[in-house]
Nanobody, 126 residues
Framework: VQLVVLVGGLVQPGGFLSLFCLASGITLGRHPIGWFRQVSGKKRVVVGCISVGDGSTRYADSVKGRFTISRDNANNTVYLQMRSLKPEDTAVYSC????????????????????WGQGTPVTVSS
């Protein structure tokens, strides 16, 4: 199983950026998927997640209303769309898949997830 996150980069405050979580060896549409971020020297924290079944999502309060997680099952991809970006959104972003499937529920704790993609840096700066 391999997850790959594409592609971070530099974006100005107020800008927009989409990240893609791609996979091989696993069908993302059959697993809860989480997005996390980590600032150097700090603990990894959840950005949000998307469930299997009704595709319901959960978001950290800090990104609610600005970030959107969605699936493209035909292309085995999960998206993280980020808008109205702020400097405090600067971090390394990762996606993860949970082997345990509970319909219509996705976990927000990183220890619940089993497969991880490499992180990609996102820098929000003018």
């Amino acid at each position: 199983v391999q997850l790959v996150v594409l592609v971070g980069g530099l974006v100005q405050p107020g800008g927009f950026l989409s990240l893609f979580c791609l996979a091989s060896g696993i069908t993302l549409g059959r697993h809860p998927i989480g997005w996390f971020r980590q600032v150097s020297g700090k603990k990894r924290v959840v950005v949000g997640c998307i469930s299997v079944g009704d595709g319901s999502t959960r978001y950290a309060d800090s990104v609610k209303g600005r970030f959107t997680i969605s699936r493209d099952n035909a292309n085995n991809t999960v998206y993280l769309q980020m808008r109205s970006l702020k400097p405090e959104d600067t971090a390394v972003y990762s996606c993860a898949a949970d082997k345990l499937i509970i319909p219509n529920l996705c976990p927000i704790a990183d220890y619940e997830y089993d497969y991880w993609g490499q992180g990609t840096p996102v820098t929000v700066s003018s």
